[in-house]
């Protein structure tokens, strides 16, 4: 059972930085394709970035430009590099790896932007 755990979350002001992580399994990381969705109140769960396991990427249209994902498969680590975060990307933030038929969500870590 791969396991997904969330950190680096936290309350930024507008125009603030944040870097996640989510740390998990070798089997995650070996061959999974990986994402970061995020769940605002109120609203749907929605993609934010995306990663295949030899490191090709996709993003939102809100996010690109500020936001970066990578993945390091050695380290069993994927982040997310937040920049001029503002508050419309306060939201709850999961990690999802999905491959071999399974996927696996994180916990989720808060990250809310306000003044």
């Known amino acids: 059972q791969a396991q997904l755990v969330e950190s680096g979350g936290g309350t930024v002001q507008p125009g603030g930085s944040l870097r996640l992580s989510c740390a998990g399994s070798p089997m995650v990381f070996r061959t999974y394709e990986m994402h970061w969705y995020r769940q605002a109140p109120g609203k749907q769960r929605e993609l934010v970035a995306g990663?295949?396991?030899?490191?090709?990427?996709n993003y939102a249209d809100s996010v690109k430009g500020r936001f970066t994902i990578e993945r390091d498969n050695a380290k069993r680590l994927m982040t997310l590099e937040m920049k001029n975060l503002q508050s419309e990307d306060t939201a709850v933030y999961y990690c999802?790896?999905?491959?071999?038929?399974?996927?696996?969500w994180g916990q989720g870590t808060q990250v809310t932007v306000s003044s």
């Open positions: 990663i295949l396991s030899g490191g090709v990427t």
């Open positions: 999802h790896a999905d491959g071999d038929g399974d996927e696996f």
